[in-house]
């Protein structure tokens, strides 16, 4: 061995027996970290007669603004708290392992979405539809749900929307994941494929594409990407619209990466369970509101949001199936529904509304 080669081998040994000394230290500190996890839990139990909250989102949320807030680098913001997200999820599997519902099967966005939440320590549960993910957190069968509700290219589900007219559930967070479409097949060349497998929204993000390299192939909606994925797997002269996630479990290959129309192409996601979040100090509260139909009343509906200087960030109208041409509106506003200008303005819509339900006060996304 060379001399310089000999030198770099002795640096190299010395900087590893450094991060094992780290590796060690940084285990005992995870360790006792979910020691305090498990004194919180027993603290919990002892303290309620009823349920228990073991997840708790607005101290979740506390913890990763720190982290990210308290970062010293080289890492990045986002990956520090993605690792601390990973440390939280463990030692709230430890207190009790938590569920959640996601639109299945295996491999969805969804599923991405609540691991992106919740962790991977989350037991996520498959689902056929939206609506049964409702019924499943509904009956106490699961603690949460995850549900899609806007994306940005595509605009809004209206269907999971329309799911909170009559469900008693509450929305207690939100989860932002850019979408990545990919053209997974068994196929090897493009020219054999007849048949392109999505969801309808995915082909809708990737419309220009399609146009574009696949013009003659047939575009088949199906319920999820996943099963899209799941269908194309036997079909040699098909291909689906989906994630990497996908691809891996269905054993399809990468035909074209990154075939959204939209590069910056996100999809917005709602956590929904039996109760909403205590405030955070950064909230959003969601409203499910309807006004006379008048000339004005919109306007007027909203007018205390305005005098209490609340910002509105979003506004989706959809029929109320109550009557032709009646409509209900959902509204996202910045603010903590027991913050004291948002109460304020919220006892005011509420006297004004014909309709008035808020769906949820909850953390705005950190991740
Ligand atoms: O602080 C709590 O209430 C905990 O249960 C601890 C902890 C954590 O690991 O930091 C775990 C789960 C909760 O969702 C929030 C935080």
Redesign the pocket.
Known sequence: MSESANQEQQALAAVRDRIDAIDLEILQLISERARC?QQ??HI?TGSTGGSVQ???PE??VA?LRRIKDANPGPLDGEEVARLFREI?SA??AL?RPLNAAFLGPEGTFTQAAAIKHFGHSVVTQAMATIDEIFREVESGACDFGVVPVENSTEGVVSHTLDLFMNSPLMITGEVCLRVHQHLLTKATDPASIRRVYSHQQSLAQCREWLDRHLPTAERLPVGSNAEAARLVASDPEAAAVAGLQAAEIYGLSVLAERIEDEPSNTTRFLVIGKQDSPPSGQDKTSLLLSCKNQAGGLHSLLAPLAVHGISMTRIESRPSRRGIWDYVFFVDIMGHRQEPKVAYALQNLEQDALLFKVLGSYPVAVL
Do not use: Q, S, T
Request: aromatic share 14%; hydrophobic share 50%.
């Open positions: 996890a919180v839990a919990k073991f997840y708790r101290r979740e913890v939280m030692c709230l207190e």
